[in-house]
């Protein structure tokens, strides 16, 4: 919980008025993977431009809470919203900072804010958006070419990114709960590996199942939970690691089945295990990366402004694990710096771009994430090979180091991105966040006061 104080005189109708408007966006951002220490900047930052003092803000994975106490003999006007729709729309998050800034900026009212808000959220894109079907396959192609898939494995991956994409649409449309959307969804990629097999057997289908797999876990909040457990924010982190455990369970239980499924037709998909990408075609190494991200910002519906960045972060993600394994780094090693590098680019770019850092830091991971090894573990598993345990434990390992690398690359650009002009549709909020740490506050703090005008009654 962290107290912001400020000069009051706002009225209760107008404090519950900005305690709404601060949740509805805290709430956005929140929902869609944003920080928690980043979510509860924003609200103070509501809070304080509106001239409302001695604020708590309490921000875990599904309540928001805003309480102000007048003096010391009245009592406290509080609020809280609960957080209940998730999921990865990375234009949500950059149009609710934009409104946001806005009012801090005393640039729009509060009633024009809300209309803004309300406005936003019941925008729908709809199952089949062009944009995102687009990102989908984009992403299934760069991921089966960077395995090393043939055109048969390239064209059948993007097919089964647009099947799960679709089905997902279908399936939470239904209000299915997430777990069993990752499980039915988990189920496509062996079954169109089967298919492809019954046409053709010398196609390797495996590679199918495992760029399915990675289309499943990109959007997972790994990356955002181990930035709230090293801000400090355990309870969020908790919520949220435990969240993408439960939807990795769903992925490894649908493609699990899948498998099964193919085992019991005579179909046999055997992997082989990973091989580091080397240099040898370093134009096609490249391209896979940027193709990879490129898709994934457009999956999730990311501004114009952070294709060609998402795109270049992807490339030279790949580029620098590539050159680390080749350097004989150990793989967890690689992969995390690989993920700092990025984090640090990542977290410069948004700044200057006006964007939220997890609008280009998860997407540049993507062409990293474990799914063949993940798939290979439960291959082995699934013909009784107790030594898909140890790889599958080793591509958790991955996936943790990765995020933790991301996490480290923005806490060491902390200093220079502070530093920085900052977008025009951004808040002056810090990089990272610790809730408990008074020193971290107060420079928190000093950074918002800055820039923020007080409100006259009249202007809210």
């Known amino acids: 919980m962290i107290t912001m104080e400020a000069p009051t005189g706002a009225t209760p109708l107008v404090i519950h008025e900005v305690f709404d408007f601060a949740m509805r966006i805290g709430e956005v951002k929140l929902a869609n993977g944003a920080g928690a220490a980043e979510v509860t900047a924003t609200m103070l930052a509501i809070a304080r431009s509106a001239g409302i003092s001695h604020v708590d803000a309490d921000v875990t994975f599904s309540t928001l809470a805003l309480s102000h106490l007048p003096s010391k003999l009245s009592s406290p006007i509080t609020r809280m919203r609960m957080v209940t729709n998730r999921g990865t729309n990375y234009y949500l998050i950059t149009e609710a900072d934009a409104i946001a800034a806005a009012f801090v900026r005393n640039e729009v009212r509060i009633s024009a804010a809300q209309n803004r808000v309300t406005q936003l959220l019941r925008r729908n894109l709809g199952v089949a958006n062009p944009k995102i079907m687009v990102g989908g396959a984009m992403v299934g192609i760069g991921v089966a070419w960077l395995f090393g898939g043939d055109l048969v494995v ?103 089945g899948g498998i099964a499924l193919a085992n019991a037709l005579g179909i046999f998909m055997v992997t082989a295990p990973y091989q580091i990408p080397t240099f040898s075609n370093l134009a096609q190494l490249a391209a896979c990366g940027a193709i990879t991200s490129a898709g994934f910002v457009l999956w999730c519906d990311a501004p114009r402004r952070s294709w060609l960045v998402a795109g270049a972060l992807g490339a030279l993600c790949i580029l620098t694990y590539t ?63 107790n030594s898909g345990i140890i790889i599958l434990i080793s591509a958790s390992s991955i996936a943790i180091s990765l995020a933790a690398g991301a996490v480290f690359g923005q806490f060491a650009s902390a200093p220079l991105v502070n530093a920085l002009p900052k977008g025009a549709t951004r808040l002056n909020l810090p990089s990272l966040s610790q809730p408990f740490s008074s020193l971290r506050m107060r420079r928190m703090q000093r950074s918002q006061r800055r820039p923020l005008r007080r409100r006259r009654r009249d202007d809210l």
């Open 323 to 385: 050159a680390l394994g080749a350097a004989g780094i150990p793989t967890t090693w690689a992969n995390a710096v690989a993920a700092a590098t990025s984090g640090v680019l990542a977290s410069v770019a948004s700044r200057l771009l006006g964007l939220a850092p997890i609008v280009l830091i998860t997407p540049a991971l993507v062409p990293l994430l474990p799914g063949y090894m993940l798939f290979r573990g439960l291959s082995l598993l699934a013909q009784s090979d």
């Open 154 to 256: 390239v064209a059948t991956a993007a097919v089964a990114a647009l099947v799960m994409q679709l089905l997902g649409g279908l399936l939470a449309r239904a209000q299915w709960p997430t777990f069993f959307v990752q499980v039915a969804c988990g189920v496509v990629g062996p079954l169109l590996a089967v298919l492809v097999h019954a046409l053709d057997p010398t196609v390797n289908t495996s590679l199918i199942v495992a760029v399915s797999i990675v289309a499943l876990l990109a959007g997972l909040t790994t990356v955002s939970a181990v930035q709230d457990a090293v801000g400090g924010w355990y309870v969020t982190a908790a919520g949220r690691g435990f969240e993408a455990l439960m939807l990795t369970v769903g992925v490894i239980g649908g493609v699990s």
